[in-house]
């Protein structure tokens, strides 16, 4: 979630602030809860992690890369999927004051970077956004910057510490939460009386991108280039992903994006033709197994993420490529 709209949910939870529970403001409440929470740095540190409607997959697969030794770790499940954040924020404060927690686990997506924002601001706490790692020793987090050029190690004193996570390419499908957590139910309350009325657009079909064992990355053309570059990907065998800079330049669907705005993916083989290798487009296909870099310029950035690079026009190349993988299976 970028910074403004961060800050946007932060006043707007400002503007709330007088929001009473038990004839009490959230706020009242919270300083109440925290003035006995914490204990001093050897102690455990509690960490309650959400989860929502168990979709856990992606969480646990963060939580297995971590080292969370000596911490008491809580589950705090809620189901079914809300529909807006006001039908569990108040929920969660009240969770919270019943069993507080140094750090608050939210799941990656736009959800999760509206209740951890939220969440924060109502209970005076602080929250960091789109998060790679958590140290336990230093309670300092990580998170990319300036499209993936660079890695911010963040810290802050504020309690609780709302995090929730960066989207990651590869997330195991069957991980599992750690076992012996204790799980508390948060169900979501009504809708606010300002929602009239819902309905729901999401697009059940997945994008064959995500799914795809090869992949060809292009980051250069125009329209007139589509039908061959179709073309030349279906003779290999992989789904076609764009950069951002082509998929402004008209004629491709811009669901196929590739890059921090768009697809992360993990394929068995990535091919990348006609990038530069801007990090914005290389943290979409940095969980690869192997990659491939053809591009006339020798001096390309993509050249340094790759395993095998190709210094030539990147049509001649594929075309070439084509040729040798037909006269192999005949």
């Not at 196929?256 to 914005?280: F, N, R, T, Y």
Request: charged share 20%.
């Amino acid at each position: 979630m970028p910074a403004m709209q961060c800050l946007q949910l932060a006043r707007a939870e400002q503007r709330r602030g007088a929001t009473l529970i038990d004839g009490q403001t959230v706020a009242e409440k919270a300083q109440k809860a925290m003035a006995g929470l914490f204990t001093p740095k050897d102690a455990a540190m509690n960490i309650a992690i959400v989860t929502i409607n168990q979709e856990n997959a992606a969480i646990a697969s963060w939580l297995a890369a971590q080292d969370f030794s000596g911490c008491t770790l809580a589950h705090w499940q809620i189901e079914p999927q809300p529909v807006v954040a006001e039908q569990v924020l108040d929920a969660l404060v009240e969770q919270w004051q019943r069993t507080p927690a140094d750090v608050v686990l939210f799941p990656p997506g736009t959800f999760g970077d509206e209740l951890s924002t939220r969440l924060a601001w109502r209970l005076h706490g602080a929250s960091i956004c789109q998060v790679t790692s958590l140290d336990i020793p230093t309670v300092s987090v990580r998170k990319s910057h300036w499209g993936n050029a660079l890695t911010a190690t963040l810290q802050t004193e504020k309690r609780p510490l709302c995090l929730s996570l960066a989207r990651q390419a590869g997330a195991a499908k069957n991980a599992t939460l750690p076992s012996g957590m204790q799980q508390l139910n948060i169900v979501p309350g009504a809708l606010p009386d300002w929602l009239v009325s819902t309905e729901d657009l999401k697009n059940v079909t997945r994008d064959p991108l995500a799914e795809a064992r090869r992949v060809l990355v292009v980051g250069q053309g125009g329209e007139a280039d589509n039908q061959e570059i179709a073309m030349l990907a279906e003779k290999l065998g992989a789904e076609v992903g764009y950069s951002r800079a082509r998929v402004m330049n008209g004629g491709v669907d811009a669901e196929k994006v590739i890059g921090i705005s768009g697809h992360l993916l993990a394929p068995e083989v990535c091919i990348v033709v006609g990038a530069s290798g801007a990090a914005a487009l290389m943290a979409g296909v940095r969980n690869s197994k192997f990659v491939v870099a053809i591009n006339h310029d020798a001096s390309a950035a993509v050249f340094s993420q790759a395993d095998v690079g190709v210094v030539d026009d990147w049509k001649v190349v594929l075309e070439a490529l084509v040729t040798n993988i037909h006269a192999d299976c005949q």
